[in-house]
């Protein structure tokens, strides 16, 4: 068993030698905790407060907070994964105490579904769906700059899903909506769970059709197509964005 413990989006981690680890053994020094869930015979754990220096000195067990992202470069995947699902859920069951029916309190009926208390209404974790999409034009590829990117790197076309559209619709709407594009060819890369905080990623290559670049202000402040020698900033490692870019790099090696 492991305990995944969070406060807010930061997870607590055991150091051990070099390296870093879920904590193994119930990390009881770390309190209070207000929410104990079972996930998959492990623990996630919501705690009120970071960690302080005080809790290491109580212990022979070094812990250390680490925000959910930068974890995946330190724990094996398999754990960065199981994390982020337990953040999500931790997350679900904070905005879901009351019933938006009734306004009755919602209780677990399952170890992933709750029931309102008073009209019996049963929900589900929710993900919000996302598409994101590679586009090449010859030995280019087509790179943004979001607004909300909080540095100056570039990334993909990426927006979620509407209600009533497809993925594939989705695709070729915001590409149209965010920069004035048409595509071709559109094909499925993969997927990639994007607990911040209950996200899904579907990513998919594309290939230039037709039109010139014209940004939605409203969403890019940068975009243009760039060769494999002259990259920006590109996104980092976790990223389904760099799995794209990373395989449509190695596509020129061959």
């Not at 051990?16 to 053994?25: A, F, K, R, S, T």
């Not at 337990?86 to 069951?93: A, K, N, Q, R, V």
């Not at 087509?142 to 695709?171: I, K, S, W």
Request: with cysteine; charged share 25%; proline share 5%.
């Amino acid at each position: 068993m492991k305990y995944f413990v969070f406060c807010q989006s930061d997870l607590v981690l055991e150091k051990v030698g070099d390296n870093y680890q879920i904590p193994v053994e119930a990390p009881t020094e770390v309190k209070p905790w207000t929410t104990v869930m079972d996930v998959d015979g492990n623990k996630a754990w919501r705690i009120d407060a970071p960690l302080t220096s005080d809790i290491t000195h109580q212990t022979s067990h070094v812990y250390e907070m680490c925000p959910l992202r930068q974890s995946y470069y330190k724990l094996p995947n398999d754990d960065y994964l199981k994390a982020g699902k337990c953040h999500e859920l931790l997350y679900w069951d904070q905005n879901t105490k009351f019933c938006g029916v009734c306004g009755g309190t919602m209780r677990f009926d399952t170890a992933i579904s709750k029931k309102c208390e008073h009209c019996g209404k049963e929900i589900w974790p929710q993900l919000a769906t996302a598409v994101i999409v590679l586009v090449r034009r010859n030995n280019e590829v087509l790179l943004v700059h979001a607004n909300n990117f909080r540095d100056d790197h570039y990334g993909l076309v990426a927006g979620f899903v509407e209600t009533g559209e497809t993925l594939e619709e989705a695709v070729y709407r915001e590409v149209m909506e965010e920069t004035g594009l048409h595509i071709t060819n559109l094909r499925y890369f993969g997927s990639q769970p994007w607990p911040y905080p209950c996200g899904l990623m579907v990513g998919f290559m594309a290939d230039y059709d037709s039109g010139k670049i014209h940004l939605q202000r409203s969403e890019l402040s940068k975009g243009s197509w760039f060769d494999r020698d002259h990259l920006p900033h590109i996104p980092e490692k976790l990223s389904i964005a760099r799995q794209l870019i990373d395989a449509w790099l190695e596509e020129g090696k061959r």
